[in-house]
């Protein structure tokens, strides 16, 4: 499975770890670098000094790789910059728009960047501004999306760009892995199966909830808006859609789903918090440990691969 994501990460298999605000924690990191993929921190809105314990902690757990996902419109993103900058981490993904304004900082630290992009106009952009990769991610992720599907998004990009391409959203084993690496991608980004891994720090009924969950269960908030969250279904989700219906605006919406999300993935408020997790919830049936998650989906694809060879030996 070696490729340019794998060589230029120093990898064992081309697998991200989503970087999951609140989940994305050195626990869950470290696990997924120890079993050979890409962990990563994930920023969320935390402050600097939050992030620089988490950063601290995995490098005591593991000696792998791993990077740390950064989410540009957080209040505290300078201080994220300089502190990734400071701490020399070897890679950052960043999320929730351009990370241009940063990006010759990145290099002369010799920080590798990958950003989320979610349309072909910014991959071309992010490559022409120094990407060292990108990962598109489908509307079939859960959290902040776009509209476009993984499966159409991802070989346009792969088309249009060449350096290499991470695909994410509606991936959770060895089936999506050899699905996308079919369509071009050198790696999967992964988050909603990493929840129900025993090193996910989510509460118990959050996990439940993933694992209760069909193919329907995950669906998009903020449509009207423009903002579009994919979440399970829930009092909190209704209750967004209905304050749509009545035209409430952006800022009553944000205000009202404030803290919401760590009451429903730490605090286990699952009726009346954010469970963001994507449309891959309704395939994903026990908890594993990351360990066993990865090796099952290189296992799988590995297995499925070598079928597909048979079956195209015309």
Known sequence: MKNRICELLNIKYPIFQG??????????????????GMGIIGCGSADAE????????????????????????SPYIDEIVDLVCEEKVSMV??????PGKYMKRFKENNIKVIPVVPTVALAKRMERNGADALIIEGTEAGGHIGELTTICLLPQVVDAVDIPVIAA???????GLVAAMALGAEAVQIGTRFICSEECIAHQ???????????RDAIVTGRMTGHLVRVLSNNFAKKLEEMEREGKTIEEMEEYGRGALRAAVIDGEIK?????????????RDIKSCEEII????????????????????
Not at 169 to 175: F, L, M, P, S
Not at 205 to 215: C, M, N, R
Not at 272 to 284: C, E, L, N
């Open 50 to 73: 939050c992030i620089r314990k988490q950063i601290k902690r995995i490098r005591e757990l593991t000696d792998r790789p791993f990077g740390v996902n950064i989410m540009l419109l």
């Open 205 to 215: 009924k959050f996990k439940e909830a993933v694992l209760k969950a069909k193919d």
């Open 169 to 175: 959203g509606g991936i959770a084993d060895g089936r």
């Open 295 to 314: 090796l099952d989906i290189v296992k799988e694809a590995k297995d499925l691969s070598k079928n597909i060879e048979d079956m195209m030996s015309f």
């Open 93 to 98: 993904t960043t999320g929730a728009g351009n």
């Open 272 to 284: 009346t918090g954010s469970m963001m997790a994507g449309q891959i919830s309704g395939m994903i």
């Open 19 to 36: 970087g999951m605000a609140w989940l994305g924690t050195a626990e869950l990191a470290s696990a997924v670098s120890d079993a050979g």
